[in-house]
């Protein structure tokens, strides 16, 4: 088993590559929990379900006010839906370097961040508007 070390991750927004600009990607997958406890004979705890699967995404980048760059893709964007692949490493998508993508909503990006001497950085935080999927096959 390879231990990862995140050095050359991409990013890409409707094929867009913003991947020399980012800092720092999360992507959060989860099921939702649904209560099932029903009142039976020596319950005691709550029985707990798979619902619905849900996922979001947040990432840093390094902000550029040039066209096709960071600024001028998010802006455009916000409130509405953009393709996304997200991968842990900047090449052909593996069984070990699987590629993650979707349809997603940008749902907040702050276009100035930062205080004196910083580099000026961005969260973008995106939510989902399709099934998040993982892709092994070379891409």
């Avoid at 964007?77 to 940008?106: E, K, V």
Wanted: hydrophobic share 45%.
């Amino acid at each position: 088993m390879a231990i990862k070390v995140l050095t050359n991750g991409m990013f890409k927004l409707d094929a867009i590559d913003l991947s020399d600009h980012l800092v720092s990607a999360t992507l959060n997958f989860q099921a939702e929990m649904l209560d099932a406890t029903a009142m039976t004979t020596g319950t005691a705890s709550r029985i707990q379900k798979a619902g619905l699967q849900n996922w979001s995404l947040e990432a840093v980048l390094q902000q550029d006010y040039a066209a096709n760059k960071t600024d001028a893709k998010l802006f455009a964007i916000l409130g509405t839906t953009a393709c996304f692949d997200l991968r842990p490493d900047n090449s052909c998508s593996t069984g070990i370097n699987p590629s993650f993508n979707g349809i997603a909503i940008l749902q907040e990006y702050a276009p100035v961040s930062g205080g004196i001497g910083e580099l000026l950085r961005v969260t973008a935080r995106f939510s989902p508007a399709s099934a998040l999927s993982r892709n092994t096959t070379a891409t």
